[in-house]
Each structure stands twice: as structure tokens, then as C-alpha cells.
């Protein structure tokens, strides 16, 4: 390989591994000591200024939760302490990868975002209207986003791009599936549910614990736009999801949704036959049964857009006693990378914008910066340890342990076929026949703007997914069956080179 294009960081240091990050273990927990993932997050974060890079565009509303079953077996969170209690919250539903001045009907995952304000300081869910994720470590997530805007010479939407990064990456293989799905353009940011994605650890005051995943469920019921439906729409009315949320709260039909959790304990999740931290799949729920919380109600509009939605700020770091991060590696990145996104692109006190400040009282040494809006603490000390009755940590508020034993390196996850078995479930099991037309047709449309080499390797991995799903795409773009399956029967390096 030539010298000038071997890849290196900003400053020239040669990077030997751009696909995973440093953990313990495997999946093991992700290095603070990471300096090329700090770096590389670091400086996607600051790209744009100052729309999000991310979620740029979104709708929100006020509400609330209340518990409607009893959980304490599962958390000492206190807003989950008895059933009837109730905690304030606000929502935020956006598009993910277009821009601020984006359709709401354009195909895309919806963000789905709620910020609780417990009395125990803020937790905040941070999600997407689909379980499951494109990439399972954030190191991609940087070339995952960019291949989603636009192509650097010509600032357009560029199919290649697009497709060549999904066919060389298969663990994207079950979002794809969901993304091309009508589930792609919903009808409404009332009309969809709400997943975290990610497993959490739930603990108790006695130091049980759990991996949770937590669901919202809409009582609205699931519509979808079709393809051409979602067409007309972005031409009639590009502000539309944001436009019906606000005019149905108006109105007094406030949205509302059911809220579930999975259970997994722990001993479970060393022998499960797939690894449950891993982002791009769901945890069945013939295995994990959902598992009633409560329930979530939206029934006060913003009053200035600016100040509560798009000054909004949410981070999966942001959680409470009784909650704590598990080993996901997307998961414990995303924890890190959000809050630094809103240092970005609000100012170090951002914690403070009235959206954003919990309804707990707040007793910290953090002091001074740009904004600072309220008393800055006053002249009470602003370090740690001090013998001026400053606030004291409190240990009932750390979690139980984890114990952690193993060699530092950058680990790829496994090389199985798991990756294809959701997505060829969901295909064969989950849609029916007018939900699989429309996925096919939706892919074909979309993948047979990009080059014919492109996709023959992404045909190969629906193939892979089931049969019958990639030659239905195949015959769609009109590629040779036999090629397809022939590339469908090699390693992904193997494919890779073949397609070159």
C-alpha cells in the first residue's frame, strides 16, 4: 500500500484497526483510554454548526408518565417506586439523517427521545422507532452518518455511497430490512413505537440487577405511508408529522403510549445463543416476554419551538439510581458522545436551558463558562473534598459491581451467520405477502440508482437473509441469479473482492 494512503489520525499517527474499538474483554466494556474513538467522535460531533448532525429535524411535546404496574423487583429508580406515581416529561420525534429543512415523509428511522424529571435528577430514554441499529460499535458511526447526507463533490444524495457502505458492512443487513420496510415512512410521529435499542442494567436496593429493554408501544396504532404515498405527501406537505402532533395535542387528542420492558438476568446473558448487547438484534419475545410499566401521555404543545424543542438536549448517560450502562459498545460510546455533541453545539451550561434542567435540585462543583445563567453556585466552594459543607457524594447511589478480567485490544465481534437469521425471520415470518412486495419494491427502488457492482454485493446479503428476499431483489434490478447466489455463498471478504 502506498504511504500517502494508509489511513492515520488528524495529527498523522498511523491507525491500525478503524472498526473496533478498545474494550476488556469481549464485548467487554470500551477504554476511556481510546484516544482514536475519542478523536474520531470528537471531531464527527463538530462538523456542523449548529444544526444537530443527527436528528436534525423534530417535533416535540410536553406530557407525563405514570406507573401502572409494579416493577420494584427489577429497579430502585424512584419514579418507578409504586404504581399511580407520576413524573413530567418531554418528547422529541425527529427524521435521523436529513437535514433541519428535511420532509418528515422522507424514508428514514424516527428518532424517538423522553426526558423524565425524576426527582432524582433527569433520565433520558433516547431511541428510534425500530429496535435494532445499522452498526453495533460507534467507531463506524461517523462513515455510517456521512454515507447518509451528502457526497462531498457533488452535495447531493448519493446512492453509492448509500448502498457500498451497507454491502460491506452485513450486521446492517435487519435494520435495512426494517428501514425499506413501509415501517420506513410512517404516518406520524403519533402513529409509531418507541425502542431504547439498547439492553441497560436495572438494579435494586438490595443489589439485584437485570438487563432491561424498554419499549413504548403506541395506542394509536402502527400506520405507515407506502412508497407513493410518502412521495405525495413530501411534495404536499414536507412539514406534516410536525404539523399533526401539534394540531392533534391542540385539539385535546393527546397522544399516548404503553410502556413495556424485557427482562433478561444476568446469568443468562454468557449462554444465550446470540450476544443480547448487540445492537442489530432484538431479544425475542418468546425468550422475554414484555413486561407492563406504565404508561406515557403528551398533553401540552411548546410554547416557543426554539427554547423546549430544539434546544432539547438528551444523552442514554443521562440515567438515574436504580439504572446503570451495559456492555454494548454503541451503548457506552453513545453515553460519552451526546453529552459532548451538546457542549458542542449549546455551551457548557446547557444543563441549564429551562428544557433541560431537572426539577431535582442540582448541588455540583461545576462553575463559571459561557451561559451560565443562574447564581453560579454563589461563594460556596467549588471543589471537593471541602470541610464547608459543600454537597457530599452519597454512596447508596453507585451501582452493584460487575466483575471485569481480561487482555485490552481492538476485537471484532464473532464471525457467524447471525447477522442474516432476524432479518430472514422478519422477512418470512413477520410480513405478510403486501408488506414483503412493498419492502422489495422500496429496496429496488432506492438500490437501482447506485452501480450494478454495489448491487450484485448487497442482493448477495438479502440473499443470505433468505432466498427467496434476494432474488426477488435481484430480479427487480434484473441481475444474474447465479451471480447472486454464487456471491451469497462466499466469506464477506471473498464478496468484497469479487465485487471490486
Known amino acids: 500500500m502506498a504511504e500517502d494512503k494508509k489511513l492515520t489520525t488528524g495529527f498523522g499517527r498511523p491507525v491500525g484497526d478503524d472498526q473496533n474499538s478498545q474494550t476488556v474483554g469481549s464485548p467487554g466494556y470500551t477504554l476511556l483510554s481510546d484516544v482514536h474513538l475519542h478523536d474520531k467522535l470528537s471531531h464527527f460531533n463538530r462538523e456542523r454548526i449548529p444544526e444537530r448532525v443527527v436528528h436534525a429535524k423534530g417535533a416535540g411535546a410536553h406530557g407525563w408518565f405514570e406507573v401502572t404496574h409494579d416493577v420494584t423487583r427489577y429497579t430502585c429508580a424512584k419514579f418507578l417506586e409504586k404504581v399511580g406515581k407520576k413524573t413530567e416529561v418531554f418528547a422529541r420525534f425527529s427524521t435521523v439523517g436529513g437535514e433541519k429543512g428535511s420532509a418528515d415523509a422522507e424514508r428514514d428511522p424516527r428518532g424517538f427521545a423522553v426526558k423524565f424529571y425524576t426527582e432524582e435528577g433527569n433520565y433520558d430514554m433516547t431511541g428510534n422507532n425500530t429496535p435494532v441499529f445499522f452498526i453495533r460499535d460507534a467507531i463506524k458511526f461517523p462513515d455510517f452518518i456521512h454515507t447518509q447526507k451528502r457526497n462531498p463533490a ?72 407506502t412508497r407513493d404515498e410518502a412521495a405525495a405527501m413530501i411534495s404536499k406537505d414536507p412539514d406534516h408529522a410536525t404539523r399533526d402532533l401539534f394540531e392533534s395535542i ?206 450484485y454485493r448487497q442482493a448477495a446479503l438479502f440473499h443470505k437473509a433468505d432466498k427467496e428476499y434476494g432474488t426477488r431483489i435481484a430480479a427487480g434490478l434484473k441481475l444474474d441469479q447465479k451471480k447472486v447466489e454464487r456471491l451469497a455463498a462466499m466469506t464477506q471478504e471473498e464478496r468484497v473482492e469479487a465485487t471490486k
Do not use: C
Not at 163 to 186: K, N
Not at 265 to 276: H, L, Q, S, T, W
Open 250 to 455: 391542540r385539539q385535546g387528542e393527546f397522544p399516548a403510549w404503553k410502556v413495556f420492558i424485557q427482562a433478561m438476568p444476568p446469568a443468562d446473558a454468557g449462554k444465550y445463543r446470540f450476544d443480547p448487547f448487540d445492537v442489530t438484534k432484538v431479544l425475542p419475545h418468546g425468550d422475554y416476554p414484555l413486561i407492563p410499566v406504565g404508561r406515557m401521555v403528551l398533553d401540552r404543545n411548546p410554547e416557543n419551538y426554539f427554547a423546549e424543542v430544539e434546544q432539547a438536549a438528551f444523552s442514554p448517560g443521562n440515567i438515574v439510581p436504580g439504572m446503570a450502562l451495559s456492555p454494548d459498545k454503541m451503548l457506552q460510546a453513545r453515553a460519552v458522545f451526546y453529552h459532548d455533541a451538546h457542549l458542542h453545539r449549546l455551551g457548557p451550561n446547557y444543563h441549564l436551558l429551562p428544557v433541560n434542567a431537572p426539577k431535582a435540585a442540582m448541588a455540583s462543583y461545576q462553575r463559571d463558562g459561557a451561559m451560565r445563567t443562574d447564581d453560579n453556585s454563589g461563594g460556596g466552594p467549588n471543589y471537593w473534598p471541602n470541610s464547608f459543607g459543600g454537597p457530599a457524594p452519597d454512596p447508596r447511589a453507585n451501582e452493584p459491581e460487575v466483575e471485569v478480567s481480561a487482555t485490552v485490544g481492538r476485537r471484532p465481534y464473532p464471525k457467524t451467520e447471525d447477522d442474516f437469521v432476524q432479518p430472514g425471520n422478519l422477512y418470512r415470518k413477520v410480513m405478510d405477502d403486501e408488506a414483503r412486495a412493498h419492502l422489495v419494491g422500496n429496496i429496488v427502488s432506492h438500490l437501482g440508482g447506485a452501480q450494478e457492482r454495489i448491487q
Open 154 to 225: 457533488t452535495n447531493t444524495k448519493d446512492p453509492d455511497m448509500f448502498w457500498d457502505f451497507l454491502s460491506l458492512t452485513p450486521e446492517s443487513v435487519h435494520q435495512v430490512t426494517i428501514l425499506f420496510s413501509d415501517r420506513g415512512t410512517p404516518l406520524s410521529f403519533r402513529h409509531l413505537n418507541g425502542y431504547a435499542g439498547h439492553a441497560f442494567k436495572w438494579y435494586t436496593a438490595k443489589g439485584d440487577w437485570w438487563w432491561v429493554k424498554l419499549h413504548f408501544k403506541t395506542e394509536q396504532g402502527i400506520r405507515n405511508f
